[in-house]
């Protein structure tokens, strides 16, 4: 698999201040950059679209910082 | 020439057929400059996000369709395109209870370029200017 390829990833989280923190510190702490970054909020739920390098390593991390 | 700022417009309507339709539609008709569209449906309805260029004549003409329709403030800012400037940004915010509506990026070189609409606009612009950045409401196409 090709770590370096960049994938989107679109995250349903609640709409409140903090959520997108999660996800910046880990990937601040995974030294990735996006090259994407968009956020919605419909109502209650927020959306976070972004592409990222490395692809695959993504979704453990995500999991462990408790990114819904 | 003068050119209108650009807002953030939510709309929202039932799920119903037809309805998407009629506001894209108007959009064409008017010949709104849209950008950045994202549709979501909750429940029974319909809600959408887009930037355009600040135009009463549009929401005013939205809601006699029956268009819940909603202008957000929005400004921007650029930032060195590095994970650190984002999480500063995003810490910053979280720390002093900002919740981010909504946010925009574009790479652009060395910098990201960053369009966001917040729950406390002013509080957030004074807080990413003692970050050293430089947000400024002034939006144009």
Do not use: W
């Amino acid at each position: 698999m090709n770590h370096d390829k960049p994938a989107r990833y679109n995250l349903l989280v609640k709409n409140r201040p903090g959520e997108l923190l999660k996800l910046t510190k880990f990937l601040s702490d995974a030294e990735m950059d996006v090259s994407a970054l968009r956020i919605a909020n419909f109502g209650a739920s927020a959306s976070i679209e972004f592409v990222a390098p490395r692809a695959c390593v993504l979704p453990a991390g995500f999991r462990k910082n408790r990114i819904e | 020439m003068h050119r209108p700022m650009i807002t953030q417009y939510n709309v929202e309507f039932p799920n119903k057929p037809g309805m998407h339709a009629k506001l894209t539609r108007l959009l064409i008709s008017r010949r709104i400059d849209f950008k950045s569209m994202v549709t979501a449906r909750v429940g029974d309805k319909t809600m959408i996000q887009f930037l355009a260029p600040k135009n009463d004549a549009l929401r005013d003409q939205l809601k006699e369709m029956g268009i819940s329709v909603r202008e957000e403030l929005i400004f921007q800012l650029d930032m060195p395109h590095r994970h650190r400037e984002l999480h500063k940004l995003a810490k910053t915010l979280a720390e002093k209870g900002i919740n981010i509506l909504s946010l925009y990026s574009v790479v652009e070189g060395d910098n990201m370029r960053i369009v966001l609409a917040v729950d406390q606009p002013a509080n957030a612009v004074a807080l990413i200017e003692r970050l050293g950045y430089n947000p400024d409401y002034a939006i144009y196409d």
